[in-house]
């Protein structure tokens, strides 16, 4: 590992399990730890691969953006995750995020079924899930009105620890 990857490695490490922790503890990722991650990440994929840097950079943001500004319209995730997985995208790069983006989606399924086994609420939530899938072509690309993130029925899980682990396992993919 050169030192530019081992700068990304643990710049991204740091990055990610605080804002883990925060969405454990706070359910939110502050801006402060998002939005000055993804401004250097620019810079520093600029900086350092020059116009392809950069190039490689906004298109990291832009498949972060494109498939999860979907997930955050229908309400099914949060506006900080978004942020979140935009300034990764910024930092490794669509090829490593678009790995990262599927084991974060296999990492969020394991941790809502053991939320909801922990809770006692699984029935319900599969039940929620079935309730999605059926009423989906009915009500294509609108969020759910009781399944939606902030409805008081809906069930949630904070989703930046799913975040990191996917993140930091696309770096054994490289």
Known sequence: MDVMESFVWWSTAVVVTLAAAIDIFTRRIPNWLSLPYLAVGIAVSGFSGGP???????????????????????????????????????????????????VTGMAGGFLAVGYALWRGSLKKALGGTLRLIVEMPRRPFRPHPTLALGHAAAASIPYAPAIALGTMFSFLTR
């Not at 229908?74 to 930092?91: P, S, T």
């Open 52 to 102: 392809a840097g950069l190039a490689r950079s906004l298109e990291g943001i832009g498949i972060a953006v494109g498939v999860t500004g979907i997930l955050c319209y229908l309400r099914a995730l949060g506006m900080g995750d978004l942020k979140l997985l935009a300034a990764v995208g910024a930092w490794i790069g669509p090829g490593q995020l678009v790995m990262a983006l599927v």
